[in-house]
């Protein structure tokens, strides 16, 4: 893979936000705000972290990434079709009938989604049992990766989750809390807060890395100080912000599960920047 | 001997660990009681121990099957369909390649009560599309339908006996899977059961066929997929068909037979299971006031042929 600039990794990550927000218009249909959120997470995944083929989906050496808030499957497709995995013009047919790119990932229909996920706060133990699999296995193959939505883990399955890879000292485990402070109804804050959520983590035996989720280096050098732990699995803090990159989505709930109208995502793509070279 | 099909589980279980070296085995805080402590003293590297945290349990549990591991998850059938959520999402809808075991099935599990009885686990398991759903009637198909489920591929549930079963197959019964099997040929009704209660059917025939009444007994061990063919024909020769489970009458086996043979305008079916919620008492106590004992058994197919008997039995 051709090692990118940070520069081009945060062109890449406005790339996706363009298209996640051109799927999510075209099917009239989503979550733009935690894909937004996202995006520099899944652009430094998917262009430097992660080992992968992208005409492999089943390779065994494969890293696993499970996105655990699967509402944002948006990012992760417009990652996939940028890595080469799934076709552009595949895009435009998101939560459509017989389309592999359903509303929320599917395991069985697409072979790059290593887990169905959708129903919230079940994916860190899918993904605490891919790891254990792959320390079982002793032949040092692959590192799992679960991202994770703030109001996503408010549900005790992740605690449960998170326990259990404390136990095992499931150093390959990352995980990724998608923290840009907003859920469906409000303010997490409000709703049910998290705080103080780096001492949570420690005190289920987790590694813990507080880092600015939009900005690439932070990520980056969050990732390596996950590889550098070989005792515990890691938790990387991504403070985001909910819509992050278009000014009437930013920090607010009313964009958590709307489409954007044309006005709308034509507006958006102009603060993008790269609405006019893209046509899906 | 009488054994409990939990206990040849057990048994299965530790002997498979030794020629399936991708068998693991999941387990929350109750493998004394489940019987997989045996895997876990000879494979202690491939038994994990998850706690008192089965929507974890079963979601580790997927993400090992989609590592190539091949998961055995136990815990008692009520703490199972309680996680419903995560096997719907995290097994079913991924096609995991899990084993979910239930142990502790139906008012037989005796004086704990209520709290601790798989009785809508069956209900539960069945509704998803791609589980298979077993019920071993003693410890011979226990233990066969154990090693069958160590080679077969997709998602399954094994349903289990807390008490002991008294036997009904030889040493040599080779389980098929998806295949009824008729244990007595009877004309007047037939009996369709699956578990725990297939014995007492057995017996049931007994005290029927003493008071002139001809009895069949079919011994259902996959409800699901279901043995339909075989259905259709005994209900075809006796016109009756009486579906006999502990378990709750919603749902269940009696269910499934149902809708089955609902195309079937001349046939007539019963559901006999429990009612209502459990309740503490020995397994020979709630037997009898489940009227799910020989005699129990023999009473509700009387009260079924006999028009002008109310029927009390089902739900």
Sequence with gaps: ??????????????????????????????????S?????????????ELAFRAQEPSWPGRDRFILSKGHAVPVLYAALCRAGCIEEEELSTLRSIDSR??????????????????????????SVGMALGEKLDNENSYRTYCLMGDGEIQAGQVWEAAMSAGKFGLAKLTGIVDYNKVQLDGRVSNIMDLEPLADKWEAFGWHVVDVDGNDIDSLLAAYDSARANDEKPTVIIAQTIKGKGVSFMEDTHAWHGKAPNENELEQALLELGV????DN | MAKATRVAFGEALARLGATHENVVVVDGDLSCSTNTRKFSEQFPARFIQLGI????MVGVAAGLAMTGKIPFVSSFACFLAGRFEQIRMSVGYNNANVRLVGTHAGVGTGEDGYSQMGLEDVALMRSLPNMVVLQPADAVEAERATEFLADYVGPAYLRLSRQAL?????????????????????????????????ANCL???????????????????????????????????????????????????????????????DV????????????????????????????????????????????????
């Design chain 2, 166 to 198: 008294p036997d009904i197959f030889d040493s040599d019964y080779s389980f098929e899977f998806g295949k009824g099997i008729r244990l007595r040929e009877g004309r007047d009704l037939v009996l369709v059961a699956s578990g725990g209660v297939v």
């Design chain 1, 36 to 48: 937004l959120s996202a995006a520099e997470i899944l652009a430094t995944l998917y262009f430097k």
């Design chain 2, 268 to 315: 007539v079916v019963r559901r006999h299971g429990v009612l209502g919620y459990g309740e503490s008492g020995t397994q020979v106590d709630l037997y009898a006031r489940h009227m799910l004992d020989s005699a129990g058994i023999a009473e509700a197919a009387r009260r079924f042929l006999t028009p002008d008997v109310e029927a009390v039995a089902t739900g």
């Design chain 2, 53 to 56: 945290a089965e929507g974890n």
């Design chain 1, 1 to 34: 893979m051709v090692v990118l600039s940070t520069a081009e990794l945060s062109g890449l990550a406005q790339e996706l936000r363009a298209d996640s927000l051109k799927m999510i218009a075209t099917a009239v249909s989503g979550h733009p705000g935690g």
């Design chain 1, 101 to 126: 790119l359903q509303g929320h990932p599917d395991h069985v229909r697409l072979p790059w989604i290593e887990a169905a996920t959708g129903s919230l706060g079940q994916g860190l133990s899918v």
């Design chain 1, 275 to 278: 609405g006019a070279a893209q």
């Design chain 2, 203 to 265: 017996e049931a025939a007994e005290l029927l066929a003493a008071n002139g009444v001809e009895a069949g007994v079919v011994n259902i061990h996959t409800i699901k997929p279901l043995d339909e063919q075989l259905l259709r024909e005994v209900a075809s020769n006796s016109s009756r068909v009486l579906t006999v489970e502990d378990h709750g009458v919603i749902g269940g086996l009696g269910s499934a037979v149902v809708e089955a043979l609902s195309e079937m305008p």
